[in-house]
């Protein structure tokens, strides 16, 4: 029974991460690759939401697999990230590479801590 709730929570992930891509993407005249930063930061800071509830006991094991494992594991997408930075590196567009790794990083960072911080706060 868990692997269809980490499969709803995919069914939802998915169409989310393209839509919310897409969407983001067509607001920016750039190069950048706002729309996989963005559904990338949005899914750490759920998955940091997440695990903080968890961790304090509001949140059970099957609300961990179909929105942690679920929802998060296909709205964020690491190897759409690294495709994109090679891409923009390998088309002289160094300085958005290296942006785009630190600022993913950082700021995928900073939402999952966020996220538990706001979890400890609600929960514990």
């Known amino acids: 029974m868990n692997w ?4 709803v ?4 992930g998915a169409p989310l991460r393209y839509l919310t891509d897409r969407a983001v993407q067509k607001r920016h005249d750039t190069v950048f690759p706002w729309g996989t930063f963005t559904v990338n930061v949005a899914g750490s800071l759920i998955l940091g ?4 509830a968890a961790a304090a006991g509001a949140a059970s094991p ?3 697999l179909l929105l942690g494992t679920g929802l998060c594991g296909a709205l964020t997408t690491y190897s759409t990230f690294s495709y994109e930075t090679l891409r923009l590196a390998e088309n002289g567009a160094k300085f958005f590479a290296a942006a785009n790794v630190v600022a993913s990083v950082v700021a995928g960072l900073g939402a999952a801590f966020a ?3 706001l979890a400890e706060a609600l929960w514990a």
């Open 49 to 52: 939401l997440l695990s903080g």
């Open 115 to 117: 996220g538990a911080a």
């Open 4 to 7: 269809l709730l980490v499969a």
């Open 62 to 64: 099957h609300v961990q």
């Open 9 to 12: 929570g995919a069914m939802v």
